[in-house]
């Protein structure tokens, strides 16, 4: 019998500061102590999943946060308990996100001989007074050094995240920060739009700085798309480019529809027809994965995902990979005539321009 591919999620939620446009749970940096029992109970959380030898892992992602602040033996030892409980594809893709301020060369050579081979730095920008703005705690000479060393430990896969329309930020900036970060020639890079969430400290000081207009966050999409094309990225999704063969296939898990499982505090899963979440508190996840895999979570009052809705997820996620989507149902003319998509031999698929105004157009598609 054929084994079903999952992907899995590990959350650390711990932040050496938390950056001013983020709307995500974090928490500062606690005990070593503490960072250890979280490390514990994602591990016993991981044992308790039912049936694991119906699966074939294709992805792991350690995502958060930091992950790298609950120590590198720790992540290696979560790392072990699920290889200890799953069978791991010959080919999986086992990524680690990172803050340069967090892991040094003899971190990294650890990690890879662990078996960890995708690394996602977050950069955000080149510009040090959008990095001050956006209270990253790190500088360009902390990326420098840690990409480097990533080098030297053997990484060969390397994501850098990017954002752009950020205040006060000019176009010519936002062009430093590409020339700066393809001079690395990083396999993988992904450019987000700020998005500027109620509650955070940027979102409560926006009166104090200058965001660009709707007009302007256009042009910069575009200059991001033709700079990273010219040197040799594939945009094959709305926010992610990639050098042939590095497309993250961790995420095209989720906008495939694939199912994944997600651990620690604040994860999300899409598992046995449903999407779930574990509470958001650390302290709580750390006390309730004792009583079994779901304790955590509010599967139960989850409702399952029917046709209809699944069908509506089908559109709206793989209508953010440039392959598109299989669709045969009648299709707006504007679409067409605003050179929003393209439809060949029975797929639709989103232009670059189609990218920018993704939810609008999949609203209509899925009226």
Not at 82 to 98: H, M, P, Q, R
Request: with cysteine; hydrophobic share 35%; aromatic share 12%.
């Amino acid at each position: 019998m054929e084994k079903k591919q999952l992907s899995l999620y590990f959350h650390v939620p711990f932040c050496v500061s938390k950056c001013a446009y983020c709307s995500f749970y974090s928490s500062p940096a606690f005990s070593d102590e503490f960072h250890s029992s979280y490390a514990e109970a994602l591990c016993r959380h991981v044992q308790a999943f039912p049936c694991p030898d119906d699966y074939t892992v294709k992805t792991v992602y350690f995502g958060g946060g930091t992950p790298p602040l609950v120590g590198v033996d720790n992540l290696i030892k979560i790392l072990n308990a699920a290889k200890g409980i799953f069978c791991f594809d010959s080919g999986v893709e086992i990524t680690l996100e990172v803050n340069p301020l967090t892991v040094d060369l003899s971190d990294l050579k650890a990690l890879k001989s662990a078996g960890f081979n995708r690394l996602s730095m977050g950069l955000q920008s080149a510009n040090h007074s959008s990095l001050k703005r956006l209270r990253r705690a790190h500088g360009t000479e902390d990326f420098v050094r840690c990409f480097t060393d990533a080098r030297t430990a053997g990484f060969d896969n390397i994501n850098v995240d990017i954002i752009f329309a950020l205040p006060n930020e000019t176009l010519t900036e936002l062009e430093n920060t590409l020339r700066f970060v393809t001079d690395f020639k990083p396999e993988h890079i992904s450019a987000y739009s700020l998005s500027l969430e109620e509650g955070t400290p940027l979102y409560n000081r926006r009166g104090d700085y200058r965001f660009p207009t709707e007009d302007e966050e256009e042009e910069q999409y575009k200059v991001i798309c033709e700079a990273l094309r010219e040197k040799g990225y594939a945009h094959y999704e709305i926010s992610n480019f990639a050098l042939d063969g590095f497309e993250s296939k961790h995420n095209c898990v989720y906008w495939k529809r694939g199912e994944y499982v997600g651990f620690g505090a604040s994860a999300h899963s899409f598992f046995e027809g449903k999407r779930f979440s574990i509470l958001p508190d650390a302290e709580r996840y750390i006390s309730l994965v004792g009583e079994g895999f779901y304790a955590p979570t509010d599967f139960e009052s989850a409702s399952f995902i029917g046709s209809e809705e699944a069908e509506e997820e089908r559109i709206m996620l793989g209508l953010r990979l440039s392959e598109g989507i299989e669709f045969n149902r009648p299709i707006p003319k504007q679409i067409f005539d605003g050179g929003y998509a393209e439809l060949k031999n029975g797929r639709l698929r989103l232009t670059e321009k189609g990218f920018r105004v993704s939810n609008t157009l999949i609203s209509l598609l899925t009226e």
